[in-house]
């Protein structure tokens, strides 16, 4: 078995970003739900006790028995695991007194500990707590604190128990990476030698073992990274076996059904376009509500999946691009994760399907397919496309969607995103949109009134869509922009720019 360090999960919404980092130093890991926490093996090198919307103070809160761990293998506590370890040693966590989201420095720092090694002073870190660390248990020492927090990290004497405050796992932490680089490599002793190749070698083994010889697999693409690196890693696996369907669900951008279809042929992968864009706004007439249009828009997708699987003899499985935040802002699949929101390929599939699911990349972050799908040698232009939501417009479109709606929305996004193109700035933001706002605002052209639509223009930076921040993009490039819309765009009397990070907001507006 490979070295690997255990992630005990307590249903942070960042877990998963824990698992990245250490992923990210070529280091295995796994992650486990607190409530059933592996017994101690030869393989755990070491093991991090994640973040939790929970509070230690709250009598149902997860407290598991973490004797089996401690003082045998290292041990990091982050944010909800430290103020556990506190707890649970005989401390006190106490409600803070100003709740504490976003950046915060390090103003002391024991250059002494192996935890912190070469971290500097007044390093950023990233906090999001509710709770404090108001007295650690005897024998525990503080190695870190900001101006508002006292016990930003600790150490246990005598053993490597360890805990902090802040996450070190949100790139927002600028010396996070080094924190965890000095756990799990010094502290835990990993030997960092797990790749994008050996993840390729191993899912293309697992998908050779699942699939069995005679069955076809259907696979949903969208022109996206995710379904794009996972066609090829079936296609790879299963070779002709694998099917792909591009399904134009009414809600894609402009002549993006065409453009796709043509790329894929480029590649050489074995993709059918269906236009089932009625289907999808028959599903979506009269809904409102983002989580039951999600629904809608995935029950639809399911629907289309498992008519064109019939006409294919021997289809089996349905594969698709999901990745991991598809997973974890959806479902609480490991661990009391809260629901954010439901994405359609995870949430919005129905209980029953005539269809078994494969999803090869569920495990992966964004940049990690981008690796993955670097090995597998797909072409730059999808590799480095900006993430599409597979819902589209349809959650971008505040309120009802109908087919004008979506045809103003395109074309607005049209002139965003080939502006981005023509300045320059496509590769310098993560992903960029424009939302069709509900309301309507009085404006003047040519000295009449206008009475019309609002549009929010949206781009972020981000590394793994997790955490965003808006990109400041260039006022000479907003105002052309605007200028064009408006003038170009009959419908929409206003522009405006959406200048909120994530959290908490997030990129999507439904
Ligand atoms: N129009 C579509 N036709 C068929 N399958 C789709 C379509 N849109 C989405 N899907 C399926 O849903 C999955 C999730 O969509 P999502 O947008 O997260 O990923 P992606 O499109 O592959 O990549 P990206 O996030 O870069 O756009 C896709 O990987 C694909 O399997
Ligand atoms: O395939 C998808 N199906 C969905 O239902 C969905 N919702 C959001 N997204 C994309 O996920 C990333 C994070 O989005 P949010 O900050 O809005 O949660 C961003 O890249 C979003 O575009 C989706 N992708
Ligand atoms: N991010 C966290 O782990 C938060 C822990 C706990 N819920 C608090 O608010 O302090
Ligand atoms: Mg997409």
Redesign the pocket.
């Known amino acids: 078995m490979p070295e690997q360090i255990l992630i005990l999960d307590f249903g942070s919404q960042y877990t998963q970003l824990i698992a990245r980092r250490i992923r990210e130093l070529n280091v295995y890991c796994e992650i486990h739900p607190y409530s059933s926490a592996p017994d101690l093996t030869e393989d755990i090198r070491g093991v991090v006790l994640s973040g939790s919307p929970c509070s230690v103070r709250d009598p149902e809160a997860p407290n598991p028995d973490l004797s089996r761990y401690l003082g045998r293998v290292p041990v990091l506590g982050v944010c909800y695991g430290a103020q556990l370890l506190a707890q649970q040693g005989g401390g006190e966590v106490l409600p803070a007194t100003i709740r504490e989201y976003g950046r915060a420095r390090l103003s002391h720092l024991d250059a002494a500990s192996p935890l912190l090694r070469d971290l500097t002073r007044d390093s950023q870190v990233w906090m999001s707590h509710g709770d404090t660390i108001q007295a650690l248990p005897a024998g525990y020492d503080i190695i870190a604190s900001t101006p508002e927090v006292a016990v930003a990290a600790y150490h246990v004497q005598g053993q490597p128990t360890y805990g902090i405050q802040f996450h070190p796992e949100v790139t927002h932490s600028t010396e996070g990476k080094l924190l965890m680089r000095n756990f799990v490599l010094d502290i835990c002793g990993c030997a960092a030698d797990w790749t994008a190749e050996h993840f390729v070698d191993s899912m293309v083994q697992a998908l050779q073992h699942t699939i069995g010889p005679d069955d076809q697999v259907i696979l949903g693409l969208s022109g996206g990274v995710d379904s794009s690196v996972a066609a090829l890693l079936l296609h790879r696996a299963i070779g002709p076996r694998l099917h792909g369907i591009f399904v134009n669900n009414g809600l894609l951008r402009q002549d993006e059904y065409a453009d796709v279809l043509h790329s894929y042929k480029d590649l050489g992968l074995n993709v059918r376009g269906v236009d089932a864009s009625q289907e999808f706004y028959a599903g979506l007439a009269g809904l409102t509500d983002p989580e039951q249009k999600?629904k809608a828009i995935g029950r639809t997708f399911i629907e289309v999946f498992d008519r064109e699987a019939q006409k294919v003899q021997g289809a089996r499985w349905l594969a698709q691009g999901t990745i991991y935040?598809?997973v974890i802002?959806s479902v609480s699949v490991k661990g009391p994760a809260v629901t954010?929101?439901?994405?359609?390929?995870v949430g919005?599939l129905p209980e029953k399907m005539n269809l078994k699911i494969v999803e090869p990349l569920r495990a992966l972050f964004k940049d990690e397919v981008r690796l993955v799908g670097d090995a597998l040698g797909l072409p730059h232009n999808i590799l480095h496309r900006h993430?599409?939501?597979?819902?589209g417009l349809g959650?971008r479109i505040l309120g009802d969607i109908t087919p004008q709606k979506v045809n103003l929305l395109q074309r607005a996004d049209a002139i965003f995103i080939n502006g981005l193109k023509s300045y320059g700035l496509y590769d310098q933001v993560w992903?960029a949109g424009v939302m069709l706002l509900p309301i309507q605002s009085v404006g003047v052209m040519g000295d009449e009134r206008t009475y019309e639509q609002v549009v929010a223009l949206r781009a972020v930076t981000s590394v793994d869509?997790m955490t965003?921040d808006w990109a400041h993009l260039p006022y000479e490039f907003l105002a052309d922009v605007s200028n064009k819309i408006i003038n170009q765009v009959r419908g929409i009397n206003r522009v405006v720019y959406d200048i909120s990070s994530?959290p908490p907001a997030?990129?999507?507006w439904e």
Request: overall charge neutral.
């Open positions: 999600r935040p598809d802002e954010i929101k439901s994405h359609h390929n919005g993430p599409f939501p597979g819902p959650i992903q869509g965003a994530k997030t990129i999507e």
